[in-house]
Structure formats: structure tokens, C-alpha cells
């Protein structure tokens, strides 16, 4: 079993439309968990970090279950520019490296 | 100011070939790591060098793969006898005291 799960889509949405991603992790001693973008071809770039009391970045809602052990992603109002592969990503304690999953793809259409 | 820089880009290779692949991480960043993307998975973790040192190397799938760090800036990814499934894109990244990992654009390594 893989230590970070998700569904790797795709998830054809319109704009306009609210999408939501899941990931589980396995390592109940992971402390600190991000989602991550990455544009086809290009590096993965930090999109924001998740904390247990949820936080919130414009469009964009995390949220963290540690009883659960899960991570979700809440993307509000669709853009065309929001279509990319989202990974979900966590750091084990005491450890600095980053486990990733395999990443959900979302294509947004107009 | 500059990112993470890795080259070359792109390496085509035999397989038995050795390869060496570079990474410039981004100016005073003390932490640097390598990772590897097959395609359709998310990158897993090979090695991280806190200044000089790789404080940690558990992800090297074998022998054939080294890393340096000799001055403490620049990174080398070593890979011996390369195989097919070697084939991916291999990121470095690196940060400054434990904090957000900054990706560069990566190298992608096709071994035939």
C-alpha cells in the first residue's frame, strides 16, 4: 500500500464548477502535509500548506483529518488556468523529505 | 532572483552508460534533494544533503546511484550502468532551514 493515496482522475469539470480532491495517508506519524501543483512538463510548485485547524487561500480550501488521516482540496469557481495535476504531499517527523502522491489530474473546460 | 537550475535538460543514454546529471540549487539555500518522476506517479524522494553531507539516502534504489554535494552549493546525481527503467525525470530542490522545498524544471533522462 502507498503511503500517500489519491485518485489519480481525471476530473473533467466546467468553470464555474466547485471540485474536491481526496488523499489518505498511511504514516499516522506525518506532521506537516501541502498540496503541491504541477503543470504538464514543469516542476511541482507549492500551492499551500494544510493545517489541522483548515485554512484558506482565495478560491482554494484545505483540510485535514488526523483521526482520519485524510487531506482534502476544495477548489471553488473553476478557472480554465486551475487545470493541472494537484499532489497531495507529507512529511514525516523528523524527516525533511517529501512523500508524494501520485496526484489527481483536473482539466477544467469551458 | 535565480531559481533551481538543473542540467541538461534532456539526456538521451545507452543502457551500461554512466551518467552525470547537475543540480544549482538557489543561492544560501543549505538543503538540497533529489527526486525521481516516472510517468503518471508523483516524485519519490532518492537523497537530501544538508550542507555537505547527505543526511539522508534511503531512497537510492541501488548501488549504481551516488550523489555529492563536495562544496556545499552545487549538486551531482551520479547514475553507474544505467537500465531502462531508470528512464524518468529526476528534480532537485532545495530550501532554506527545513522550510518550503523550491523544485527546479528538472532533467529528463531516457535510457535506451
Known amino acids: 500500500r ?12 466546467p468553470e464555474g464548477a466547485t471540485v474536491a480532491f481526496n488523499c489518505t495517508y498511511s504514516n499516522s506519524a506525518s506532521q506537516s502535509f501541502f498540496w ?34 485524510y487531506i482534502s482540496l476544495l477548489i471553488r469557481d473553476s478557472k480554465l488556468s486551475d487545470s493541472a495535476t494537484y499532489l497531495c504531499v507529507v512529511i514525516s517527523y523528523n524527516t525533511d523529505k517529501l512523500i508524494f502522491g501520485t496526484g489527481t489530474r483536473l482539466q477544467v473546460f469551458p | ?16 552508460k554512466y551518467v552525470e546529471l547537475r543540480c544549482d540549487p538557489i543561492s544560501g539555500h543549505t538543503a538540497l534533494y533529489w527526486y525521481r518522476q516516472s510517468l503518471g506517479q508523483g516524485p519519490e524522494f532518492l537523497i537530501y544533503f544538508q550542507g555537505t553531507g547527505a543526511a539522508d539516502d534511503s531512497g537510492l534504489p541501488n548501488d549504481r546511484f551516488f550523489a555529492v554535494r563536495p562544496e556545499g552549493s552545487v ?28 523544485f527546479g524544471p528538472g532533467t529528463r533522462l531516457t535510457v535506451l
Open chain 2, 75 to 102: 549538486s551531482t546525481l551520479k547514475i553507474q550502468r544505467t537500465e531502462r527503467g531508470d528512464s524518468a525525470v529526476y528534480l532537485c530542490a532545495s530550501s532554506l532551514d527545513r522550510n518550503e522545498q523550491f
Open chain 2, 1 to 16: 532572483g535565480a531559481g533551481v537550475s538543473q542540467t541538461p535538460s534532456n539526456k538521451v543514454t545507452e543502457k551500461g
Open chain 1, 2 to 13: 502507498k503511503e500517500v493515496e489519491q485518485d489519480p482522475g481525471p476530473f473533467n469539470v
Open chain 1, 36 to 69: 503541491y501543483r504541477q503543470d504538464c512538463r514543469k516542476e511541482p510548485k507549492l500551492l499551500m500548506s494544510v493545517y489541522s485547524s483548515g485554512n484558506e487561500d482565495g478560491r482554494f480550501t484545505a483540510q485535514l483529518n488526523r483521526a482520519s488521516q
